[in-house]
């Protein structure tokens, strides 16, 4: 397996374990060169902190790009998360639409809400200028808030099988080509993901850990990207991301005082032996 270079976009959250701080050695662990671009640096996350800093980056991003474009950088996968503003999403999208090689994945986690709600800083202009990034993404990774958002259905706790049959088909109406939809649990103590390709729906189930952490998001799509860059097919890397993910809460949930994201560095080993 050659060696791949990928470029992830999204913030540099300080303290918190999500977004860059996760990513950057997930990605590492599956053994690519990671290429960064902030979209913002915030002093922490800003779920359950409060009073965070939070500097915007999209003004730094054309002159980035074309210092790359310069230098005839290009990249085997890029891969965005939480962005900076509205405006700079127009940006991100111009760079995955040409700032890859020919072969290039290009997997978007729209990282703009969870649990019915849109995270403090975003509004429906967020929305709306994230819609315009689905048809530059080969893979969207939505939970299902961020895909009800996205596709205008009703979101809900208890559903079945047609209404996420019915999400999906919402939201490749927008462009998403491949949508592995994360959070997806018909029956109490299970969730899993749903991978949607080419209209084909696979699910794979696993166990639900009642306590929910912050920055899982983030792990996820990062174990997700970094194992499909290692070969593996989209459904393989949508369960060792799962698998991974279930891990790192697991190594955390006993520990009150780690609240606002989860010890999955501890669980690389895990990653590094499967992917
Ligand atoms: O994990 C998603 C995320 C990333 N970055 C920042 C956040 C959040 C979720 O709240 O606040 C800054």
Redesign the pocket.
């Known amino acids: 397996m050659d060696y791949k270079r990928i470029l992830t976009i999204?913030?540099i959250?300080c303290v918190?374990q999500?977004?860059l701080t996760?990513a950057l050695p997930i990605l590492s662990a599956c053994g690519h060169e990671t290429c960064v671009l902030p979209s913002?640096v915030?002093s922490?996350?800003?779920?359950g902190f409060s009073g965070?800093t939070?500097r915007d980056l999209t003004d730094d991003m054309p002159a980035i790009q074309a210092h790359w474009q310069k230098e005839g950088i290009a990249f085997d996968a890029i891969y965005t998360?939480?962005l900076g503003s509205t405006k700079q999403v127009g940006f991100v999208k111009s760079i995955l639409d040409t700032m890859g090689k020919e072969t290039a994945v290009k997997i978007v986690d729209p990282?703009f809400a969870?649990n019915g709600k849109l995270?403090?800083?975003f509004d429906n202009a967020y929305v709306e200028a994230m819609k315009t990034l689905c048809p530059s993404a080969d893979i969207l990774i939505p939970n299902i808030t961020e895909a009800c958002f996205l596709s205008g259905m009703e979101y809900k706790e208890v559903y079945d099988e047609n209404y996420i049959k019915e999400l999906l088909a919402a939201l490749s109406k927008l462009g998403c080509k491949t949508i592995v939809l994360t959070g997806v649990g018909y029956r109490s103590e299970k969730t899993g993901v749903v991978v949607y390709e080419n209209g084909k729906i696979e699910y794979y189930e696993h166990k639900r850990i009642a306590k929910g952490c912050?920055?899982?998001?983030?792990v996820y799509a990062s174990a997700f990207t970094g194992a499909l860059l290692k070969g593996k097919t989209i459904f393989e890397a949508a369960k060792i991301a799962a698998d991974y993910t279930v891990l790192c809460i697991e190594k955390t949930q006993d520990d009150p005082k780690h609240w606002y994201g989860v010890k999955f560095e501890t669980a690389l080993p895990y990653l590094i032996e499967i992917a």
Do not use: K, R
Request: aromatic share 14%.
């Open positions: 999204q913030d959250s918190g999500c977004s996760v913002a915030l922490t996350h800003t779920a965070f939070f998360g939480y990282a969870d995270y403090p800083i912050h920055g899982t998001g983030d």
